[in-house]
């Protein structure tokens, strides 16, 4: 990892690309990559559950692969990518699987759906073809305070039977 070594108050200069978008934050070296995205950045999508790792909550794709950002420092974020529940969105809308979710009522706060959007869209990515016990499994780190599982991996089941170019249209 490779930080710009300019100290401001021991703070130092992070880069990342965020959601396709280069952005650049001043911060502490102990600040979570949570931290520094929902506080810094103003990306309040990104949920502060536990703090421990545990929940799933605060869960974002770093380079493509989930991660607990509780758990990752924001420096750590230096020259990679970082994709948030937004990220999902393309120009046209919805992502297949937000749609999905929308049409099975499967945000009930909607408190844990950004985690479990990230986790599903990864885990479609490279599962096309799931079984439900599959999903089951692919969703068991991310915990439902309002334990609307069985609707969640409806609209799981339902975006990996539709059309797989219709998943990745974004
Ligand atoms: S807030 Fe990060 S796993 Fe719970
Ligand atoms: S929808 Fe409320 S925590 Fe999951």
Same mark, same amino acid.
């Given at each position: 990892?490779? *930080? @710009? /070594? %300019?100290?401001?108050?021991?703070?130092?200069?992070?880069?990342?690309?965020? +959601?396709?978008?280069? !952005?650049?934050?001043?911060?502490?070296?102990?600040?979570?990559?949570?931290? !520094?995205?929902?506080?810094?950045?103003?990306?309040?999508? &990104?949920?502060?559950?536990?703090? %421990?790792? !545990?929940?799933?909550?605060?869960?974002?794709?770093?380079?493509? /692969?989930?991660? +607990?950002?509780?758990?990752?420092?924001?420096?750590? #974020?230096?020259?990679? #990518? &970082?994709?948030?529940? @937004?990220?999902?969105?393309?120009?046209?809308?919805?992502?297949?699987?937000?749609?999905?979710?929308?049409?099975?009522?499967?945000?009930?706060?909607?408190?844990?759906?950004?985690?479990?959007?990230?986790?599903?869209? *990864?885990?479609?990515?490279?599962?096309?073809?799931?079984?439900? @016990?599959?999903?089951?499994?692919?969703? /068991?780190?991310?915990?439902? =305070?309002?334990?609307?599982?069985?609707?969640?991996?409806?609209?799981?089941?339902?975006?990996?039977? /539709?059309?797989?170019?219709? =998943?990745?249209?974004?």
């Amino acid at each position: 990892m490779t *930080v @710009r /070594a %300019e100290d401001t108050g021991g703070r130092r200069r992070l880069e990342f690309v965020l +959601n396709g978008r280069p !952005v650049e934050v001043w911060v502490a070296p102990h600040e979570t990559l949570l931290a !520094v995205l929902h506080d810094a950045l103003g990306a309040t999508e &990104v949920k502060y559950g536990c703090g %421990e790792g !545990v929940c799933g909550t605060c869960t974002t794709l770093l380079d493509g /692969a989930p991660i +607990n950002a509780c758990l990752l420092l924001g420096l750590q #974020a230096h020259g990679r #990518a &970082v994709t948030t529940v @937004r990220g999902l969105r393309g120009a046209e809308g919805r992502h297949p699987l937000q749609q999905a979710f929308v049409d099975h009522e499967a945000a009930q706060c909607g408190f844990c759906t950004p985690g479990m959007l990230l986790v599903a869209y *990864v885990f479609l990515r490279d599962h096309p073809a799931p079984t439900r @016990r599959q999903i089951r499994a692919a969703l /068991a780190g991310n915990l439902c =305070r309002c334990t609307g599982y069985t609707r969640i991996v409806d609209a799981v089941e339902a975006c990996a039977a /539709a059309p797989r170019a219709s =998943r990745e249209a974004t």
